[in-house]
């Protein structure tokens, strides 16, 4: 559970959010959606713990975020960037144990961890486990990225556009394993633009505009009005159709 | 990994012992060293004892300091800047080492005592040192890298004005020969003037292994992993402050000696895999059997005229560098 209250966020002249207040529930996929600009970005930052508001106070599992020791903090709150860094030729096994550094774990220990077995099997990754990293394509990078967040084994995963460089298979199969992480009873905040996927898959949505979380509601309360308002474009819900029902048939 | 991880530091280890012992026991002078040794810790001042406690030991011992904190720092810089081209001397305190013992040098200090020298040259890199830390405040790898030749282009022109001024051409030759790197004609003196530099520096670069591993992600997931990369106890003040402390005192006492810290990381990353804190003990075993290879190489082709280890080290490194970036390129770049 992460809630955020009356977050703002000034940096030199710019102001990147004005006040942000948010519940993200356990065993929730919330999408936080909103134009450029919005603050998305921004907001996730700082329940990552990587941009330090203005004011404001973030709340994870009952603890402040500030009050958090680094180590504390990393072993509570996993974090996904947007951008993907280039990989060192590394094995990907390697990397995805990278997300034990949290707990002090030499670093053989650390890979045959079973939480590291567990993401790469969930990311699809087995049978890649031995490959180079900076051998990998960039969907196989984009899973391992995340591969690399799950085995924190952390109750709150923040991912900026964890789908935004993949193929539609893959990134049905990632927001499918997000849902099943959520039903795990985590916390599950994902920066997302595509709205049919966020719809679909997210139980909750955030909607942004302008640094301030205008409306969280669920996905069936996204109304033509509500995108206008927010995204300044005029919609036409389409219940089925080609795009989204020929993509929820594709296998997982 | 762990198995190979042992053999190689092992084999690095084994070289060592083998190439101090050359470099204790080879030489012009022929003689008994179990004599010689038992003299010189009598403290006897014997022919034997002086060659081998206050030229061969002293030479050996910071070939091994040198060269180790040489290959330490770059194989940290490289970790941390995730740039295969970072190197000790692109910090600017190796040449705020050289200048502080050119000046001293210049001024003629240098003649009032056998401390005098490397102690400008200490002093240089602790200015340099200091100059760095204010210039990247609380930016990140990108300000420290841009800082870094900042100062390495000033103190090098400050360098060269120097040596412009330079009354005489044989004052000006013997700086030029210093600035090559040498561990001719050191002393004990020396040794413990290098020693704290070397084991502080040490330590504060081996604290930061487990963060380069989590740099390998970038600096924001490094962060979320735990890790304090800014600020005064933040890993990036740990390398900045574990080099400089290394590499500054080491040039004050060598000179500066090149490619050492560029070519050793390279060599070893394809044996000890390219996860960073894996790299870093084999950099200083493996940074350290380079110069005292060297050092022999310089001894073994002394005739009239000794020639300067840091041409060697360059004459090695250079020709393997050129094979890395072949492979480099085939590979598809890193």
């Known amino acids: 559970m992460l809630t955020v209250t009356a977050l703002s966020c000034q940096i030199g002249q710019n102001t990147l959010l004005r006040s942000a207040s948010a519940t993200f529930p356990a065993g929730c996929v919330t999408g936080l959606i909103g134009p450029n600009g919005a603050g998305k970005s921004t907001l996730l930052r700082i329940m990552a713990g990587l941009t330090v508001p203005t004011t404001g106070t973030v709340l994870v599992q009952g603890h402040t975020l500030a009050a958090l020791t680094p180590m504390e903090r990393a072993r509570l709150l996993a974090y996904m960037p947007q951008d993907i860094p280039p990989f060192p030729p590394m094995p990907v096994r390697e990397i995805a144990s990278l997300g034990r550094l949290p707990y002090g774990e030499g ?121 206008q308002s927010v995204y300044g474009v005029t919609t036409r819900r389409i219940e089925q159709g080609w795009v989204p029902w020929d993509l929820a048939k594709a296998p997982r | ?97 050289a200048l502080g013992a050119v000046c001293v040098f210049y001024t003629g200090l240098a003649q009032l005592g056998l401390a005098i020298l490397p102690l400008g040259g200490l002093a240089g890199a602790l200015v340099a040192a200091a100059l760095l830390v204010m210039l990247v405040g609380r930016g990140g790898a990108l300000v420290l890298l841009l800082a870094g030749a900042a ?61 380069l591993d989590a740099l390998t992600m970038g600096e924001d997931v490094a962060t979320t992993l735990g890790f304090q990369l800014k600020g005064i106890t933040g890993v990036q003040m740990r390398i900045v402050m574990g080099t400089s402390l290394a590499v500054g005192s080491c040039v004050a006492v060598s000179g500066a000696i090149g490619f050492v810290g560029l070519v050793v990381p390279h060599l070893l990353r394809g044996l000890a895999g390219h996860r960073p804190s894996r790299l870093l003990l084999p950099a200083f075993l493996g940074g350290a059997t380079l110069l005292l290879g060297a050092d022999v190489v310089v001894r073994l082709a002394a005739t009239h005229k000794e020639l300067q280890i840091g041409v060697v080290t360059a004459l090695i490194g250079a020709p393997v560098f050129f094979h890395r970036v072949i492979q480099f390129r085939k590979r598809g770049g890193f």
């Open chain 1, 107 to 227: 670093a053989s220990q650390a890979e045959h961890h079973p939480a590291v077995g567990r993401a790469l099997a969930l990311t699809g990754l087995q049978a890649l486990a031995g490959r180079a990293a900076d051998q990998l394509s960039g969907g196989e990078r984009a899973r391992l990225m995340l591969a690399r967040a799950l085995s924190t084994e952390t109750p709150v995963l923040l991912a900026d556009e964890a789908v935004a460089a993949l193929d539609p298979a893959h990134a049905l199969s990632v927001m499918h394993l997000l849902r099943a992480l959520a039903a795990e009873g985590r916390c599950i905040v994902l920066v997302i633009h595509d709205l049919l996927l966020a719809t679909r898959f997210c139980d909750q949505l955030v909607l942004m505009k302008d640094g301030e979380t205008v409306k969280s509601l669920p996905p069936s309360g996204l109304t033509e009005d509500i995108l």
């Open chain 2, 1 to 97: 990994m762990k198995t190979r991880g042992w053999i190689l530091n092992g084999g690095l280890v084994a070289c060592i012992i083998a190439l101090s012992a050359v470099s204790l026991l080879w030489g012009e002078h022929a003689f008994s060293f179990t004599q010689a040794l038992r003299e010189w810790l009598a403290g006897q001042h014997t022919a034997e004892a002086v060659i081998l406690g206050e030229l061969r030991l002293p030479r050996m011992l910071l070939a091994i300091m040198v060269g180790g904190s040489l290959g330490l720092s770059g194989a940290v810089l490289q970790g941390y800047l995730r740039n295969p081209l970072a190197d000790p001397g692109l910090l600017g305190v190796s040449g705020g080492a």
């Open chain 2, 151 to 211: 100062l390495s282009s000033f103190t090098a022109a400050l360098t060269a004005m120097v040596l412009n001024l330079v009354p005489s051409p044989y004052a000006s030759f013997e700086i030029m020969r210093w600035l090559m790197g040498s561990l001719t004609d050191r002393t004990m003196l020396d040794v413990l003037l290098v020693l704290p530099g070397v084991v502080l520096g040490t330590l504060l670069m081996a604290s930061s292994a487990r963060a």
